[in-house]
């Protein structure tokens, strides 16, 4: 998968009602999670909400999902987590939407920089030194 799991599934981009599904993982096969396919229905950090997350989250972020057959959810760190398979375009496209937005902000906040710059004044500027001349710096 391109980019990895953990940037699919960074909080910014598994929101709430998308699918997914529980990777086999020492923390998920003894509770019989593995490969169960649930609804995201929420984030959380854990350090501040206390919640009990099912494996080590790097981020301290988790993810909620809530199993329908089972009638219950639980709180996951996201690396122990991965979309469906007829979701992943969806999560591709997402994380490209999301990139294209950080590069227009970055060129936003460059041209921002450029145009408030001083003017540098040429020496044979009239008004510029006139201006200097009735307040100087």
Not at 46 to 62: H, Q
Request: charged content about 30%.
């Amino acid at each position: 998968m391109e980019g990895g799991p953990d940037r699919e599934l960074d909080g910014t981009l598994a929101a709430v009602g998308d699918r997914l599904r529980v990777r086999a993982a020492p923390e998920t096969t003894p509770r019989g999670l593995a490969g169960l396919a649930g609804e995201v229905r929420g984030q959380s950090v854990p350090s501040y909400s206390g919640v009990e997350v099912i494996g080590r989250p790097a981020d301290d972020w988790a993810i909620h999902v809530h199993f329908r057959q089972r009638g219950e959810g639980f709180w996951f760190a996201p690396h122990l987590l991965e979309p469906l398979e007829a979701d992943r375009e969806h999560f591709r496209q997402r994380a490209r939407a999301r990139d294209a937005a950080a590069a227009r902000s970055r060129q936003a906040q460059e041209a921002y920089a450029r145009l408030n710059r001083p003017a540098e004044r040429s020496p044979n500027d009239f008004l510029g030194r006139l201006l200097d001349r009735l307040w100087p710096d």
